[in-house]
């Protein structure tokens, strides 16, 4: 199924047309696309809007070599055009937690972020503080499939990686946590139909 679709997808369309792809036509990302399907992951939501997710995009084929390497040989990181490797850094976001303050609030806002910041995770370690940020890194690498679905872009979500060697790779500090590498690009195989639990066998209603 290579031929393109009429884009934007709607929601239900990229949805229900998303599957892992790891086959990709052999052309260059568009830039303008990459950027934009990044600022639509942007726009996720956090917990006090803290913003733990950062992104590393790789499109250099030797280094796309080596994060293939660190994923025990995943063809599909060099086949894609573009690995975007998705991250917490929650020391980063508590360093800087005033940026992630809603201006509107003002220099109230700004000082009430740090003092909610400060209470909560100043006394966690570095390793379960990086959980909670984790756990909202995780709703952007969701946004971000459903955003480049959206532009008719194809990827496929992937843990099975040496976390310590993609950090060597990328020069990331020891506490990043990772949601996982994400090879995008245009599809050039099918993938596989959804198989999926029911509604009814994953939902009880109250
Ligand atoms: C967090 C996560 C990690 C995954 N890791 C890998 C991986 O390392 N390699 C791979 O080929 N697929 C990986 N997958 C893809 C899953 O196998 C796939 O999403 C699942 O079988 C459902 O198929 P679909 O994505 O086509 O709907 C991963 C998926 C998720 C969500």
Redesign the pocket.
Known sequence: MTATATRPLNVTEAIESR??I?KYVQEPMNQDDLREILRLASLAPSAWNAQTWRFAVVQDPAVKAQLQEAAYG?G?VTNAPAVIVVYSDMEDTLQTVEDTAHPGMGDAGRTGQRTTFDNVFGHQDVAQRGQWGLSQANIAFGFLMLAARGLDYDT?????FQPDKVKAILGLPEHVQFA?LLPIGKRAED??P?HRHSVERLTTFY
Do not use: A, C, E, K
Request: glycine content about 22%.
């Open positions: 599957r892992s790891r995943q599909q496929v979500p992937m843990l099975g996982g993938g596989f959804h």
